[in-house]
Protein backbone atom coordinates (compact mmCIF):
# COMPACT_ATOMS: atom_id res chain seq x y z
CA UNK A 1 0.00 0.00 0.00
CA UNK A 2 3.00 2.54 -0.58
CA UNK A 3 0.97 3.94 -3.11
CA UNK A 4 0.96 7.84 -4.68
CA UNK A 5 -0.48 9.80 -1.32
CA UNK A 6 2.35 8.65 0.37
CA UNK A 7 5.08 9.46 -2.71
CA UNK A 8 3.21 12.74 -2.76
CA UNK A 9 4.08 13.50 0.64
CA UNK A 10 7.74 12.82 0.30
CA UNK A 11 7.45 15.72 -2.08
CA UNK A 12 6.27 18.31 0.44
CA UNK A 13 9.60 19.46 2.22
CA UNK A 14 11.73 18.91 -1.64
CA UNK A 15 8.90 21.47 -2.85
CA UNK A 16 8.81 23.67 -0.24
CA UNK A 17 12.53 23.85 -0.38
CA UNK A 18 12.23 24.51 -4.20
CA UNK A 19 9.37 27.47 -3.72
CA UNK A 20 11.18 29.30 -1.03
CA UNK A 21 14.55 29.29 -2.36
CA UNK A 22 14.23 29.01 -5.91
CA UNK A 23 11.33 29.79 -7.61
CA UNK A 24 10.87 32.87 -4.99
CA UNK A 25 14.19 34.35 -5.24
CA UNK A 26 13.80 33.80 -8.91
CA UNK A 27 10.32 35.67 -9.49
CA UNK A 28 11.67 38.34 -7.45
CA UNK A 29 14.79 39.05 -9.33
CA UNK A 30 12.07 38.80 -12.88
CA UNK A 31 9.35 40.95 -10.97
CA UNK A 32 12.08 43.81 -9.79
CA UNK A 33 12.87 43.99 -13.60
CA UNK A 34 10.07 45.06 -15.02
CA UNK A 35 10.33 48.46 -12.88
CA UNK A 36 12.29 51.83 -14.08
CA UNK A 37 14.11 54.21 -11.80
CA UNK A 38 10.97 55.58 -10.23
CA UNK A 39 9.11 52.33 -9.98
CA UNK A 40 6.79 52.76 -12.52
CA UNK A 41 5.77 48.69 -14.53
CA UNK A 42 8.09 49.30 -17.49
CA UNK A 43 9.23 46.93 -20.31
CA UNK A 44 12.41 49.48 -20.96
CA UNK A 45 15.02 47.95 -18.74
CA UNK A 46 14.78 44.79 -21.60
CA UNK A 47 14.80 47.35 -24.44
CA UNK A 48 17.99 48.78 -22.93
CA UNK A 49 19.59 45.63 -22.39
CA UNK A 50 19.77 45.64 -26.06
CA UNK A 51 21.54 48.83 -26.22
CA UNK A 52 25.07 48.32 -27.40
CA UNK A 53 26.69 48.45 -24.14
CA UNK A 54 25.34 45.59 -22.24
CA UNK A 55 25.25 43.46 -25.77
CA UNK A 56 28.69 44.24 -25.99
CA UNK A 57 29.25 43.51 -22.20
CA UNK A 58 27.78 40.10 -22.62
CA UNK A 59 29.88 39.32 -25.90
CA UNK A 60 33.16 40.14 -23.50
CA UNK A 61 31.74 38.12 -20.84
CA UNK A 62 31.35 34.94 -22.75
CA UNK A 63 34.57 34.77 -24.21
CA UNK A 64 36.67 35.76 -21.17
CA UNK A 65 34.32 32.50 -19.91
CA UNK A 66 35.02 30.66 -22.89
CA UNK A 67 38.79 31.27 -22.60
CA UNK A 68 38.75 30.34 -19.25
CA UNK A 69 36.87 27.40 -19.64
CA UNK A 70 39.16 26.11 -22.61
CA UNK A 71 42.59 26.74 -20.88
CA UNK A 72 40.70 24.96 -17.63
CA UNK A 73 39.99 21.82 -20.00
CA UNK A 74 42.65 21.99 -21.02
CA UNK A 75 44.89 21.40 -17.98
CA UNK A 76 42.53 19.72 -16.02
CA UNK A 77 41.55 16.76 -18.69
CA UNK A 78 45.02 15.18 -18.49
CA UNK A 79 45.82 16.37 -14.99
CA UNK A 80 42.77 14.03 -13.96
CA UNK A 81 43.62 11.18 -16.62
CA UNK A 82 47.13 10.86 -14.65
CA UNK A 83 45.78 11.43 -11.51
CA UNK A 84 43.92 7.90 -12.08
CA UNK A 85 46.86 6.37 -12.67
CA UNK A 86 48.99 7.41 -10.13
CA UNK A 87 49.21 4.88 -6.45
CA UNK A 88 47.70 6.99 -4.22
CA UNK A 89 45.08 8.73 -6.33
CA UNK A 90 42.51 9.65 -3.40
CA UNK A 91 45.63 11.51 -2.12
CA UNK A 92 46.77 13.75 -4.62
CA UNK A 93 42.82 13.99 -5.92
CA UNK A 94 43.06 16.17 -1.82
CA UNK A 95 46.07 18.02 -2.20
CA UNK A 96 44.44 19.34 -5.42
CA UNK A 97 41.35 20.08 -3.79
CA UNK A 98 42.59 21.36 -0.90
CA UNK A 99 42.81 24.78 -1.83
CA UNK A 100 39.70 25.64 -2.71
CA UNK A 101 38.88 25.62 0.90
CA UNK A 102 40.74 28.64 1.27
CA UNK A 103 38.66 31.90 0.77
CA UNK A 104 38.42 33.01 -2.84
CA UNK A 105 39.38 36.75 -1.73
CA UNK A 106 42.49 35.51 0.23
CA UNK A 107 43.71 33.67 -2.59
CA UNK A 108 43.43 36.57 -5.31
CA UNK A 109 45.16 39.25 -2.66
CA UNK A 110 47.68 36.79 -2.23
CA UNK A 111 48.08 37.15 -6.77
CA UNK A 112 48.23 40.77 -6.16
CA UNK A 113 51.63 40.34 -3.97
CA UNK A 114 52.78 37.39 -6.26
CA UNK A 115 52.38 39.63 -9.79
CA UNK A 116 53.19 42.69 -8.60
CA UNK A 117 56.35 44.70 -9.43
CA UNK A 118 58.35 43.47 -6.46
CA UNK A 119 57.05 40.22 -6.51
CA UNK A 120 58.37 36.96 -6.72
CA UNK A 121 58.04 36.31 -10.79
CA UNK A 122 59.00 40.02 -11.64
CA UNK A 123 62.28 39.05 -9.27
CA UNK A 124 62.63 35.67 -11.41
CA UNK A 125 62.48 37.67 -14.59
CA UNK A 126 64.94 39.63 -13.57
CA UNK A 127 67.12 37.29 -12.36
CA UNK A 128 67.22 35.45 -15.84
CA UNK A 129 67.43 38.81 -17.58
CA UNK A 130 64.26 39.48 -19.32
CA UNK A 131 63.62 42.54 -16.78
CA UNK A 132 60.49 43.05 -14.99
CA UNK A 133 57.06 43.22 -16.54
CA UNK A 134 53.62 44.59 -16.29
CA UNK A 135 51.92 41.52 -14.89
CA UNK A 136 49.00 42.67 -13.23
CA UNK A 137 46.14 44.33 -14.56
CA UNK A 138 46.42 42.27 -17.78
CA UNK A 139 44.45 39.58 -19.68
CA UNK A 140 47.00 37.65 -19.05
CA UNK A 141 46.79 37.56 -15.03
CA UNK A 142 43.29 37.92 -15.12
CA UNK A 143 42.80 34.31 -17.05
CA UNK A 144 45.60 32.88 -14.83
CA UNK A 145 44.07 34.03 -11.77
CA UNK A 146 40.66 32.69 -12.78
CA UNK A 147 41.90 28.87 -14.32
CA UNK A 148 43.62 28.68 -10.84
CA UNK A 149 40.71 29.14 -9.57
CA UNK A 150 38.30 26.71 -11.51
CA UNK A 151 40.38 23.80 -11.80
CA UNK A 152 39.98 21.83 -8.94
CA UNK A 153 36.01 21.92 -9.94
CA UNK A 154 36.80 21.09 -13.53
CA UNK A 155 39.23 18.00 -12.35
CA UNK A 156 36.95 16.77 -9.97
CA UNK A 157 34.43 15.64 -12.37
CA UNK A 158 36.53 14.47 -15.07
CA UNK A 159 38.58 12.47 -12.78
CA UNK A 160 35.54 10.63 -11.65
CA UNK A 161 34.62 9.85 -14.98
CA UNK A 162 37.56 8.57 -15.85
CA UNK A 163 37.75 6.93 -12.81
CA UNK A 164 34.53 4.88 -13.61
CA UNK A 165 35.96 3.79 -16.94
CA UNK A 166 36.41 0.17 -17.52
CA UNK A 167 39.92 -0.87 -18.12
CA UNK A 168 38.48 -3.99 -20.13
CA UNK A 169 37.15 -1.34 -22.59
CA UNK A 170 40.63 0.09 -23.36
CA UNK A 171 42.53 -3.69 -23.87
CA UNK A 172 39.95 -4.18 -25.82
CA UNK A 173 40.75 -1.36 -28.36
CA UNK A 174 44.11 -2.07 -28.17
CA UNK A 175 43.43 -5.57 -28.91
CA UNK A 176 41.29 -4.86 -32.11
CA UNK A 177 44.15 -3.03 -33.20
CA UNK A 178 43.50 1.06 -32.52
CA UNK A 179 46.30 3.25 -31.99
CA UNK A 180 46.72 5.40 -29.28
CA UNK A 181 45.09 8.19 -30.20
CA UNK A 182 42.06 6.57 -31.75
CA UNK A 183 41.62 4.58 -28.78
CA UNK A 184 41.23 8.04 -27.03
CA UNK A 185 39.22 9.67 -29.17
CA UNK A 186 36.77 7.20 -30.12
CA UNK A 187 37.06 5.28 -26.96
CA UNK A 188 38.19 6.83 -23.83
CA UNK A 189 36.89 10.93 -24.86
CA UNK A 190 33.50 9.44 -25.47
CA UNK A 191 33.12 7.95 -22.23
CA UNK A 192 33.86 10.40 -20.17
CA UNK A 193 32.19 13.10 -22.12
CA UNK A 194 29.76 13.55 -19.14
CA UNK A 195 32.48 14.53 -16.79
CA UNK A 196 33.58 16.68 -18.94
CA UNK A 197 29.93 18.78 -19.19
CA UNK A 198 29.69 19.10 -15.52
CA UNK A 199 33.59 20.21 -15.48
CA UNK A 200 32.11 23.10 -18.49
CA UNK A 201 29.05 23.35 -16.37
CA UNK A 202 31.02 24.42 -12.76
CA UNK A 203 32.89 26.41 -14.33
CA UNK A 204 31.47 28.64 -17.66
CA UNK A 205 28.53 29.73 -15.63
CA UNK A 206 30.60 30.96 -12.26
CA UNK A 207 33.08 32.47 -15.11
CA UNK A 208 30.19 34.54 -16.78
CA UNK A 209 29.45 36.74 -13.68
CA UNK A 210 32.81 36.79 -11.98
CA UNK A 211 33.21 40.28 -10.53
CA UNK A 212 36.05 40.38 -7.76
CA UNK A 213 38.63 38.66 -9.72
CA UNK A 214 37.70 41.74 -12.38
CA UNK A 215 38.71 44.34 -10.22
CA UNK A 216 41.94 43.27 -8.14
CA UNK A 217 43.47 41.69 -10.93
CA UNK A 218 42.40 42.89 -13.88
CA UNK A 219 41.88 46.17 -12.62
CA UNK A 220 38.57 46.90 -14.28
CA UNK A 221 40.34 46.23 -17.69
CA UNK A 222 38.20 43.31 -18.19
CA UNK A 223 34.23 44.33 -17.33
CA UNK A 224 31.51 41.09 -16.88
CA UNK A 225 27.85 41.03 -16.34
CA UNK A 226 28.94 40.70 -12.69
CA UNK A 227 30.44 44.09 -12.83
CA UNK A 228 27.30 45.50 -14.24
CA UNK A 229 24.86 43.89 -11.52
CA UNK A 230 27.20 44.87 -8.87
CA UNK A 231 26.99 48.92 -9.92
CA UNK A 232 23.11 48.82 -11.09
CA UNK A 233 22.35 47.80 -7.45
CA UNK A 234 24.84 49.25 -5.21
CA UNK A 235 26.12 52.59 -7.32
CA UNK A 236 23.17 53.08 -9.44
CA UNK A 237 20.66 52.02 -7.47
CA UNK A 238 18.80 51.02 -10.32
CA UNK A 239 17.50 47.43 -9.21
CA UNK A 240 15.72 47.10 -11.98
CA UNK A 241 18.37 47.06 -14.67
CA UNK A 242 20.35 44.84 -12.17
CA UNK A 243 17.00 42.60 -11.62
CA UNK A 244 16.85 42.70 -16.24
CA UNK A 245 20.90 41.93 -16.38
CA UNK A 246 20.59 39.18 -13.74
CA UNK A 247 17.34 37.63 -15.22
CA UNK A 248 19.46 37.47 -18.94
CA UNK A 249 22.22 35.43 -16.55
CA UNK A 250 19.83 33.07 -15.12
CA UNK A 251 18.73 32.71 -19.37
CA UNK A 252 22.39 31.79 -20.07
CA UNK A 253 22.36 29.42 -17.48
CA UNK A 254 19.60 27.67 -18.58
CA UNK A 255 21.14 27.51 -22.14
CA UNK A 256 23.97 26.22 -21.22
CA UNK A 257 22.36 23.72 -18.45
CA UNK A 258 20.49 22.49 -21.90
CA UNK A 259 23.64 21.99 -24.04
CA UNK A 260 25.78 20.16 -21.48
CA UNK A 261 22.63 18.46 -20.15
CA UNK A 262 23.79 14.84 -19.12
CA UNK A 263 21.86 12.48 -21.75
CA UNK A 264 21.04 9.33 -19.85
CA UNK A 265 21.75 6.30 -21.98
CA UNK A 266 21.79 3.34 -19.64
CA UNK A 267 24.93 2.96 -17.41
CA UNK A 268 26.41 -0.37 -18.99
CA UNK A 269 28.23 1.14 -21.47
CA UNK A 270 29.72 4.04 -18.86
CA UNK A 271 30.45 2.25 -15.74
CA UNK A 272 32.63 -0.66 -14.87
CA UNK A 273 30.43 -4.14 -14.50
CA UNK A 274 28.47 -3.67 -10.91
CA UNK B 1 6.03 9.36 7.46
CA UNK B 2 8.43 10.36 9.94
CA UNK B 3 11.44 11.02 7.57
CA UNK B 4 9.08 13.61 5.84
CA UNK B 5 7.73 15.02 8.84
CA UNK B 6 11.34 15.85 9.55
CA UNK B 7 12.45 17.21 6.59
CA UNK B 8 9.57 19.29 6.38
CA UNK B 9 10.38 20.68 9.74
CA UNK B 10 13.83 21.48 8.27
CA UNK B 11 12.97 23.24 5.80
CA UNK B 12 10.22 25.32 8.35
CA UNK B 13 13.28 25.49 10.64
CA UNK B 14 15.92 26.59 8.11
CA UNK B 15 13.13 29.68 6.73
CA UNK B 16 12.36 30.68 10.33
CA UNK B 17 16.29 31.56 11.34
CA UNK B 18 16.64 33.06 8.13
CA UNK B 19 13.73 35.13 9.18
CA UNK B 20 15.52 35.60 12.27
CA UNK B 21 19.01 36.52 11.43
CA UNK B 22 17.59 38.61 9.25
CA UNK B 23 15.75 40.65 11.70
CA UNK B 24 18.40 40.83 14.23
CA UNK B 25 20.95 42.06 11.53
CA UNK B 26 17.96 44.65 11.09
CA UNK B 27 18.00 46.12 14.18
CA UNK B 28 21.86 45.58 15.35
CA UNK B 29 21.93 49.29 15.80
CA UNK B 30 19.07 47.72 18.26
CA UNK B 31 18.10 49.10 21.61
CA UNK B 32 18.62 52.77 21.65
CA UNK B 33 17.48 54.18 24.66
CA UNK B 34 17.79 57.72 26.18
CA UNK B 35 21.40 56.21 27.60
CA UNK B 36 22.64 55.13 24.31
CA UNK B 37 22.95 56.64 20.54
CA UNK B 38 24.25 54.81 17.51
CA UNK B 39 26.38 56.50 15.24
CA UNK B 40 26.77 55.14 11.74
CA UNK B 41 30.17 56.61 10.22
CA UNK B 42 32.69 55.50 6.96
CA UNK B 43 35.25 53.39 8.30
CA UNK B 44 38.73 54.89 9.73
CA UNK B 45 36.64 57.98 9.74
CA UNK B 46 36.95 58.62 13.88
CA UNK B 47 39.02 58.52 17.08
CA UNK B 48 37.56 55.40 18.90
CA UNK B 49 38.97 57.46 21.78
CA UNK B 50 36.54 60.16 21.63
CA UNK B 51 33.71 57.55 22.14
CA UNK B 52 34.75 56.80 25.59
CA UNK B 53 35.53 60.06 26.07
CA UNK B 54 31.93 61.16 25.11
CA UNK B 55 30.62 58.39 27.71
CA UNK B 56 32.67 59.66 30.42
CA UNK B 57 30.93 63.42 29.81
CA UNK B 58 27.55 62.44 29.18
CA UNK B 59 26.86 59.31 30.22
CA UNK B 60 25.52 58.22 26.83
CA UNK B 61 26.79 55.26 25.66
CA UNK B 62 27.68 55.07 22.08
CA UNK B 63 27.08 52.28 19.58
CA UNK B 64 29.20 52.18 16.32
CA UNK B 65 28.76 50.96 13.15
CA UNK B 66 30.48 51.76 9.73
CA UNK B 67 29.14 51.71 5.98
CA UNK B 68 31.63 51.84 2.74
CA UNK B 69 29.46 54.14 0.30
CA UNK B 70 27.00 56.82 0.85
CA UNK B 71 24.50 54.91 -1.14
CA UNK B 72 24.57 51.60 1.30
CA UNK B 73 24.42 54.34 4.26
CA UNK B 74 21.07 55.25 2.34
CA UNK B 75 19.58 52.32 1.40
CA UNK B 76 20.31 51.28 4.96
CA UNK B 77 17.76 54.50 6.06
CA UNK B 78 15.33 54.09 3.84
CA UNK B 79 14.63 50.17 4.65
CA UNK B 80 14.12 51.36 8.04
CA UNK B 81 14.59 48.86 11.12
CA UNK B 82 17.74 50.61 11.94
CA UNK B 83 17.53 53.30 14.49
CA UNK B 84 20.93 54.90 13.45
CA UNK B 85 20.84 58.45 15.34
CA UNK B 86 23.82 60.47 13.81
CA UNK B 87 25.41 59.65 10.26
CA UNK B 88 28.03 61.52 8.56
CA UNK B 89 27.36 61.01 4.83
CA UNK B 90 28.67 63.15 1.75
CA UNK B 91 26.73 66.54 0.49
CA UNK B 92 25.14 65.06 -2.49
CA UNK B 93 22.88 62.49 -0.73
CA UNK B 94 22.48 65.13 1.94
CA UNK B 95 20.18 66.53 -0.99
CA UNK B 96 18.71 63.44 -2.06
CA UNK B 97 18.08 62.50 1.52
CA UNK B 98 16.33 65.54 2.27
CA UNK B 99 14.05 65.51 -1.14
CA UNK B 100 13.25 62.10 0.01
CA UNK B 101 12.62 63.04 3.18
CA UNK B 102 14.92 61.36 5.77
CA UNK B 103 16.40 63.56 8.06
CA UNK B 104 15.17 65.38 10.93
CA UNK B 105 16.14 69.16 11.27
CA UNK B 106 18.44 70.27 13.46
CA UNK B 107 17.80 72.35 16.61
CA UNK B 108 20.60 74.88 16.14
CA UNK B 109 19.90 75.57 20.19
CA UNK B 110 21.02 72.37 21.01
CA UNK B 111 24.53 72.45 19.37
CA UNK B 112 26.11 76.07 20.63
CA UNK B 113 29.77 74.58 18.88
CA UNK B 114 28.49 75.63 15.60
CA UNK B 115 30.36 78.69 16.36
CA UNK B 116 33.47 76.90 15.88
CA UNK B 117 32.95 75.92 12.30
CA UNK B 118 34.87 78.04 9.77
CA UNK B 119 31.82 80.72 8.22
CA UNK B 120 33.21 79.42 4.73
CA UNK B 121 31.83 75.71 5.30
CA UNK B 122 27.96 76.68 6.04
CA UNK B 123 25.40 77.27 4.94
CA UNK B 124 26.26 76.23 1.39
CA UNK B 125 23.95 74.98 -0.98
CA UNK B 126 23.21 71.79 -0.78
CA UNK B 127 22.09 72.51 2.73
CA UNK B 128 21.17 76.29 3.48
CA UNK B 129 21.17 77.65 6.80
CA UNK B 130 22.62 74.45 7.94
CA UNK B 131 18.97 73.32 7.98
CA UNK B 132 19.84 69.54 8.55
CA UNK B 133 23.49 69.19 8.26
CA UNK B 134 27.03 70.15 10.20
CA UNK B 135 30.16 69.98 8.37
CA UNK B 136 32.59 67.02 9.41
CA UNK B 137 35.60 66.86 7.73
CA UNK B 138 36.01 68.31 4.14
CA UNK B 139 38.36 67.45 1.30
CA UNK B 140 39.91 67.50 -2.04
CA UNK B 141 39.77 64.73 -5.23
CA UNK B 142 43.45 65.25 -7.28
CA UNK B 143 46.57 63.41 -8.24
CA UNK B 144 49.12 61.80 -6.12
CA UNK B 145 52.30 61.18 -8.01
CA UNK B 146 55.44 59.77 -6.62
CA UNK B 147 58.30 61.65 -8.77
CA UNK B 148 61.17 59.08 -7.86
CA UNK B 149 59.36 57.13 -10.39
CA UNK B 150 58.61 59.13 -13.27
CA UNK B 151 61.46 59.61 -15.14
CA UNK B 152 60.32 63.53 -16.68
CA UNK B 153 59.52 66.24 -13.89
CA UNK B 154 55.12 66.26 -13.83
CA UNK B 155 53.97 69.09 -11.58
CA UNK B 156 50.27 67.85 -12.31
CA UNK B 157 49.17 71.46 -11.90
CA UNK B 158 46.94 70.79 -14.86
CA UNK B 159 45.01 67.70 -15.83
CA UNK B 160 46.28 67.74 -19.15
CA UNK B 161 49.72 66.01 -17.42
CA UNK B 162 47.63 62.92 -17.21
CA UNK B 163 47.09 62.66 -20.79
CA UNK B 164 51.09 63.09 -21.31
CA UNK B 165 52.50 60.08 -23.78
CA UNK B 166 55.35 59.45 -21.25
CA UNK B 167 53.03 58.10 -18.80
CA UNK B 168 52.02 54.67 -20.84
CA UNK B 169 50.52 52.46 -18.36
CA UNK B 170 51.21 54.84 -15.45
CA UNK B 171 48.11 56.14 -14.17
CA UNK B 172 45.73 54.19 -11.13
CA UNK B 173 42.19 55.52 -11.58
CA UNK B 174 39.74 55.19 -8.65
CA UNK B 175 36.74 52.93 -9.14
CA UNK B 176 33.89 55.67 -8.43
CA UNK B 177 31.85 57.32 -11.43
CA UNK B 178 31.68 60.86 -10.43
CA UNK B 179 35.54 61.24 -9.77
CA UNK B 180 36.43 59.97 -13.66
CA UNK B 181 33.79 61.46 -15.62
CA UNK B 182 34.15 64.63 -13.22
CA UNK B 183 38.06 64.60 -13.93
CA UNK B 184 37.25 64.53 -17.83
CA UNK B 185 34.28 67.98 -17.71
CA UNK B 186 37.24 69.45 -15.58
CA UNK B 187 39.55 68.51 -17.81
CA UNK B 188 38.03 70.45 -20.51
CA UNK B 189 36.92 73.19 -18.35
CA UNK B 190 33.27 72.10 -18.11
CA UNK B 191 31.36 71.61 -14.39
CA UNK B 192 31.93 68.38 -13.11
CA UNK B 193 28.01 68.67 -12.46
CA UNK B 194 27.20 68.57 -16.18
CA UNK B 195 24.33 67.33 -17.44
CA UNK B 196 24.73 68.84 -21.04
CA UNK B 197 24.75 65.85 -23.54
CA UNK B 198 27.44 67.47 -25.67
CA UNK B 199 29.84 68.41 -22.86
CA UNK B 200 29.70 64.44 -21.64
CA UNK B 201 29.65 63.45 -25.04
CA UNK B 202 33.17 65.33 -25.57
CA UNK B 203 34.25 64.04 -22.06
CA UNK B 204 33.90 60.55 -22.82
CA UNK B 205 35.70 61.14 -26.14
CA UNK B 206 38.32 63.08 -23.72
CA UNK B 207 38.38 60.37 -21.52
CA UNK B 208 38.97 57.33 -24.63
CA UNK B 209 42.02 59.16 -25.09
CA UNK B 210 43.10 58.52 -21.60
CA UNK B 211 43.36 54.66 -22.18
CA UNK B 212 46.64 53.95 -23.37
CA UNK B 213 47.76 55.67 -20.02
CA UNK B 214 45.52 53.85 -17.57
CA UNK B 215 47.29 51.03 -15.32
CA UNK B 216 43.82 50.46 -13.80
CA UNK B 217 40.58 50.79 -12.21
CA UNK B 218 40.58 50.11 -8.58
CA UNK B 219 39.15 50.80 -5.13
CA UNK B 220 41.13 51.39 -1.62
CA UNK B 221 43.76 49.02 -2.61
CA UNK B 222 45.37 52.10 -4.65
CA UNK B 223 46.50 53.34 -1.13
CA UNK B 224 48.71 50.17 -0.68
CA UNK B 225 50.09 49.76 -4.33
CA UNK B 226 51.20 53.94 -4.01
CA UNK B 227 52.46 52.82 -0.92
CA UNK B 228 54.64 50.07 -2.24
CA UNK B 229 55.60 51.65 -5.48
CA UNK B 230 53.59 49.26 -7.93
CA UNK B 231 52.14 52.45 -9.04
CA UNK B 232 53.43 56.13 -9.65
CA UNK B 233 50.08 58.12 -10.15
CA UNK B 234 46.75 58.10 -8.83
CA UNK B 235 43.43 59.52 -9.42
CA UNK B 236 42.48 59.51 -5.68
CA UNK B 237 40.76 61.46 -2.61
CA UNK B 238 43.18 63.96 -1.06
CA UNK B 239 42.69 61.82 2.91
CA UNK B 240 43.49 58.66 1.07
CA UNK B 241 46.51 60.53 -0.56
CA UNK B 242 47.72 61.78 2.86
CA UNK B 243 47.46 57.94 3.99
CA UNK B 244 49.79 57.17 1.27
CA UNK B 245 52.52 60.03 2.17
CA UNK B 246 52.51 58.47 5.63
CA UNK B 247 54.43 55.69 4.68
CA UNK B 248 55.93 56.32 1.11
CA UNK B 249 56.96 60.04 1.64
CA UNK B 250 58.92 60.34 -1.92
CA UNK B 251 54.70 60.84 -2.39
CA UNK B 252 53.16 63.94 -3.48
CA UNK B 253 49.63 65.47 -4.33
CA UNK B 254 47.95 68.02 -6.32
CA UNK B 255 45.11 69.61 -7.17
CA UNK B 256 45.23 70.59 -10.99
CA UNK B 257 44.39 74.04 -11.94
CA UNK B 258 41.06 73.52 -14.06
CA UNK B 259 39.35 72.65 -11.23
CA UNK B 260 38.03 69.88 -9.33
CA UNK B 261 35.81 68.44 -6.93
CA UNK B 262 35.12 70.08 -2.96
CA UNK B 263 33.30 67.21 -0.89
CA UNK B 264 32.09 67.94 2.68
CA UNK B 265 31.45 65.23 5.22
CA UNK B 266 28.62 65.76 7.44
CA UNK B 267 26.76 64.96 10.58
CA UNK B 268 23.18 64.41 9.87
CA UNK B 269 20.39 63.15 11.96
CA UNK B 270 18.37 60.21 10.36
CA UNK B 271 14.47 60.57 10.56
CA UNK B 272 14.72 57.00 11.91
CA UNK B 273 16.77 58.36 15.15
CA UNK B 274 15.36 57.08 18.69
CA UNK B 275 17.39 59.49 20.91
CA UNK B 276 17.56 62.66 18.77
CA UNK B 277 18.47 64.89 21.91
CA UNK B 278 21.44 62.29 22.19
CA UNK B 279 22.36 62.71 18.63
CA UNK B 280 22.21 66.55 19.39
CA UNK B 281 24.55 66.02 22.16
CA UNK B 282 26.91 64.20 19.96
CA UNK B 283 26.85 66.46 17.05
CA UNK B 284 28.33 69.07 19.96
CA UNK B 285 30.66 67.06 21.49
CA UNK B 286 32.40 66.36 18.12
CA UNK B 287 32.25 70.00 17.31
CA UNK B 288 34.17 70.87 20.26
CA UNK B 289 37.78 72.56 19.34
CA UNK B 290 40.21 70.09 21.37
CA UNK B 291 37.78 67.39 20.13
CA UNK B 292 37.80 68.29 16.40
CA UNK B 293 41.65 68.95 16.44
CA UNK B 294 41.96 65.43 18.04
CA UNK B 295 39.96 63.31 15.65
CA UNK B 296 41.44 65.53 12.80
CA UNK B 297 45.05 64.35 14.32
CA UNK B 298 43.66 60.53 14.11
CA UNK B 299 41.55 61.08 10.72
CA UNK B 300 44.04 62.79 8.29
CA UNK B 301 41.27 65.02 6.38
CA UNK B 302 40.91 68.24 6.72
CA UNK B 303 38.87 69.71 9.47
CA UNK B 304 36.32 72.65 8.61
CA UNK B 305 36.55 73.24 12.90
CA UNK B 306 38.48 77.05 12.49
CA UNK B 307 38.58 76.78 16.82
CA UNK B 308 39.85 73.07 16.36
CA UNK B 309 42.44 74.40 13.71
CA UNK B 310 44.10 76.93 15.77
CA UNK B 311 45.07 73.84 18.31
CA UNK B 312 46.58 71.74 15.62
CA UNK B 313 50.22 71.60 14.73
CA UNK B 314 51.29 74.06 11.92
CA UNK B 315 52.94 72.46 9.66
CA UNK B 316 49.73 70.08 9.01
CA UNK B 317 47.40 72.99 8.73
CA UNK B 318 49.36 75.50 6.79
CA UNK B 319 49.98 72.54 4.19
CA UNK B 320 48.59 73.87 1.00
CA UNK B 321 47.70 70.34 -0.64
CA UNK B 322 45.49 69.44 2.27
CA UNK B 323 44.11 73.19 3.38
CA UNK B 324 44.24 74.67 0.57
CA UNK B 325 43.52 78.51 0.53
CA UNK B 326 40.54 80.40 -0.31
CA UNK B 327 41.45 81.36 -3.65
CA UNK B 328 42.48 77.82 -4.57
CA UNK B 329 38.86 76.74 -3.02
CA UNK B 330 37.12 78.81 -5.25
CA UNK B 331 37.84 76.94 -8.45
CA UNK B 332 36.83 73.88 -7.04
CA UNK B 333 33.35 72.97 -7.40
CA UNK B 334 30.99 70.73 -5.26
CA UNK B 335 28.90 67.50 -6.24
CA UNK B 336 25.08 68.25 -6.72
CA UNK B 337 22.85 65.68 -6.70
CA UNK B 338 21.98 64.82 -10.73
CA UNK B 339 18.89 62.75 -9.90
CA UNK B 340 18.90 58.89 -10.88
CA UNK B 341 18.15 59.58 -14.37
CA UNK B 342 21.65 61.03 -14.61
CA UNK B 343 23.30 59.52 -12.22
CA UNK B 344 22.43 56.54 -14.13
CA UNK B 345 23.45 58.34 -17.44
CA UNK B 346 27.11 58.91 -15.41
CA UNK B 347 27.72 55.40 -14.27
CA UNK B 348 26.74 54.04 -18.75
CA UNK B 349 29.34 55.98 -19.95
CA UNK B 350 31.87 54.92 -16.86
CA UNK B 351 31.14 51.37 -17.85
CA UNK B 352 31.66 52.40 -21.29
CA UNK B 353 35.14 53.83 -20.60
CA UNK B 354 35.81 50.47 -18.39
CA UNK B 355 34.65 48.47 -21.86
CA UNK B 356 37.04 50.66 -24.09
CA UNK B 357 40.20 49.94 -21.96
CA UNK B 358 40.12 46.25 -23.86
Not at chain 1, 206 to 235: C, D, Y
Amino acid sequence: MQNKSTKALYLIPYGAWILLFVVAPIALVVYYSLFDIHGDFTFSNYKAFFSSVYLELTLSSFWYAFLITLFSLLISYPTAYFLTKTKHKQLWLLLIIIPSWINLLLKTYAFIGIFGQYGPINAFFAAIGIGSTQLLFTDFSFIFVSVYIFIPFMILPIFNAIDRLNPALIDASRDLGASPWTTFRRVILPLTMNGVKSGIQVTFIPALSLFMITRLIAGNKVITLGTAIEQQFLVTQNWGMGSTIAVFLILFMFIIMLFTGQKEKGGASVGKTK
Amino acid sequence: MKDIIRASVAVIVVSALLLYINSQLGKTSGSTGSDTITVYNWGEYLDPELLNQFTEETGIRVIYETFDSNEAMMTKVEQGGTSYDVAMPSEYMIEKMKEDDLLIPLDHSKIPNLKNIDPYFLDLPFDPGNEYSVPYFWGTVGIAFNPDLLGKDFDFTSWEDLWSPELRQQVILVDSAREVIGMGLNSLGYSLNSTDEAELDAASAKLDELTPNVKAIIGDEIVEMMRRNEAAIALTWSGQALDMMYINESIDFAVPEEGSNLWFDNMIIPKTAANVDGAHQFINFMLDAEVAAQNADWVGYSTPNAAGLELMDPEVTGDERFYPDEEIRERLEVYRNLGPEMTGEYNERFLRFKMGMN
